[in-house]
C-alpha cells in the first residue's frame, strides 16, 4: 500500500504535507529516500524543522489534531490515520555525536523540492544516513550508491568525517555486485 500510495502512513503524510504548508521544514527518512529513487516503506513519517518552528507547530497542531507521544518530547501521534511521526532540530548535530559534530539536520532553506516534497539533497541523505552509525542507515546508503551508480568519488561531496564511512558502504556494494551480478545490471526504480 505504501508504495500506491494508500494507507495509513502516506494518508499522515498527505496531511501533514497540507498542514505544514506556512511552517519552514523537509521530510526526512523513508520520504526522503523515496524522493531519491529508493523505494522504502516505513510505519512513521520523519520530518525536520528549526526549534522556533517546531513551537508554532505544537501550538498550532498539538492537542487538537495531533497528540504529544509520553516522554518523548519530539514524537507525535496522529489519532485519525493510527501513525507516529518524529520531528528533528535542524541546526542539531545529526546521528552518533560520539563518533562526530560536523553533520546537522538541515534547515528548510537547504531543501531540494522532489514532487513537491521539501528533502535534503542526495549527498546530505546519504550523510545524514551515514552520521548514525547503524548498520540499517548504511544498508540505505548502500542501495543509494547503487541506484545512483555513485562512484568512489561521490565521496568528495561529503563531510570529511563521513567519507569513510561512505567508502565502507561503497565497497559493500561492490561485494554485493561480485555475489549478484544481477542486481548491478537492474535499472533504477521508475
Known amino acids: 500500500m505504501f508504495f500506491d500510495e494508500q494507507g495509513p502512513v502516506t494518508e499522515a503524510f498527505r496531511k501533514l504535507r497540507e498542514r505544514l504548508a ?55 501521534f496522529d489519532p485519525q490515520t493510527q501513525v507516529t511521526f518524529d520531528i528533528l532540530v535542524a541546526g542539531e548535530i545529526a546521528g552518533n555525536a560520539r563518533k562526530q559534530r560536523q553533520v546537522r539536520f538541515p534547515v528548510a532553506g537547504e531543501a531540494h523540492t522532489v514532487r513537491e516534497t521539501p528533502v535534503p539533497s542526495l549527498a546530505w541523505l546519504i550523510e545524514l544516513k551515514l552520521a548514525t552509525w547503524r548498520y540499517k542507515d548504511w544498508g540505505d546508503v548502500v542501495e543509494l550508491i547503487r541506484i545512483h551508480n555513485l562512484d568512489e568519488t561521490f565521496a568528495e561531496q561529503l563531510a570529511p568525517v563521513i ?20 542486481i548491478h545490471d537492474q535499472p533504477p526504480p521508475d
Open 22 to 76: 506556512g511552517l519552514p521544514h523537509i521530510f526526512m527518512g523513508a520520504v526522503a529516500l523515496n524522493a531519491h529513487d529508493y523505494r522504502r516503506a516505513s510505519e512513521g513519517v520523519d520530518l525536520c524543522m528549526r526549534a522556533e518552528d517546531l513551537e508554532r507547530f505544537r501550538k498550532l497542531f498539538v492537542g487538537t489534531v495531533y497528540q504529544q507521544v509520553a516522554g518523548r518530547p519530539r514524537k507525535f
Open 163 to 182: 567519507r569513510s564511512a561512505y567508502a565502507q558502504c561503497y565497497d559493500q556494494k561492490v561485494e554485493e555486485d561480485g555475489y549478484n551480478p544481477e
